[in-house]
């Protein structure tokens, strides 16, 4: 089993459409989560990070389970440029001082006029 | 905020011949640093991280290897590359903002991407 999961789309959908993504992870031990956001052949930028009592950034709301291990990004009035692909990511809640980052393998999103 | 230089931007190499990759980092001492692959319509695999000079930690065995000889500097090597390494290389260090948990988020630099032919 993949350590962070996501569903890889792609996901297509019209302009001003509520778009959710959601993606699980498998280490119960985790503690930090961020949404990224990566264009195609670019760098993944954080879009957000995922609080257990759920955050908002305009139009996007992140969310995150813990009882049943799962975060979702939900991306309201969805505009052309949020086409991109939405990378999910947790961390192994080691105790290390450099705990490891593990990335989904990314939900494409692509969003049509 | 960091800044994460890595160069060359692009690289077509044949199979068969060496490999070096540099990052160097910016505005933070003393940081944990970051080697990602991501293949071709894949996700970002960890490679490497680093907690200081000379601390290096595997996460795949693989045809690469990694050093840290300064303290904002991380080097991504292979001795004979293969076809599978192909890909786009990411180094990333943490932003510093405050995540959800423990640790913050990973700020990426520009990324290197080699073609192996």
């Known amino acids: 089993r993949k350590e962070v999961e996501q569903d890889p789309g792609p996901f297509n959908v019209p302009e001003g459409a509520t778009v959710a993504f959601n993606c699980t992870y498998s280490n119960s031990a985790s503690q930090s989560f961020f949404w990224y956001r990566q264009d195609c052949r670019k760098e993944p930028k954080l879009l957000m990070s995922v609080y257990s009592s759920g955050n908002e950034d305009g139009r996007f709301t992140a969310q995150l389970n813990r009882a049943s291990q799962y975060i979702s990004l939900l991306i309201r009035d969805s505009k052309l440029s949020d086409s991109a692909t939405y990378l999910c990511?947790?961390?192994?809640?080691?105790?290390?001082?450099?705990?490891?980052?593990?990335f989904g393998s990314g939900t494409r999103l692509s969003i049509r006029p | 905020s960091q800044t994460i230089h890595q160069w060359p931007a692009t690289l077509v190499q044949p199979v068969g011949s060496p490999l070096s990759l540099e990052c160097t980092v910016e505005?933070?001492?003393?940081?944990?640093l970051y080697w990602y692959r991501q293949a071709a319509g894949r996700g970002l695999q960890l490679l490497f991280y680093s907690v200081g000079i000379g601390q290096i930690s595997s996460e795949v065995p693989q045809n690469l290897s990694a050093s840290r000889p300064q303290d904002r500097q991380f080097i991504l090597s292979s001795k004979k590359l293969l076809l599978s390494d192909s890909g786009f290389y990411l180094c990333?260090?943490?932003?510093?903002?405050?995540?959800?948990?423990?640790?913050?988020?990973?700020?990426f630099g520009n990324g290197t991407r080699l073609t192996v032919t």
């Open positions: 990333a260090c943490p932003s510093g903002d405050r995540g959800s948990g423990e640790n913050s988020p990973l700020h």
């Open positions: 505005g933070t001492s003393n940081p944990n």
């Open positions: 990511v947790a961390d192994r809640g080691s105790n290390s001082s450099a705990s490891k980052i593990i």
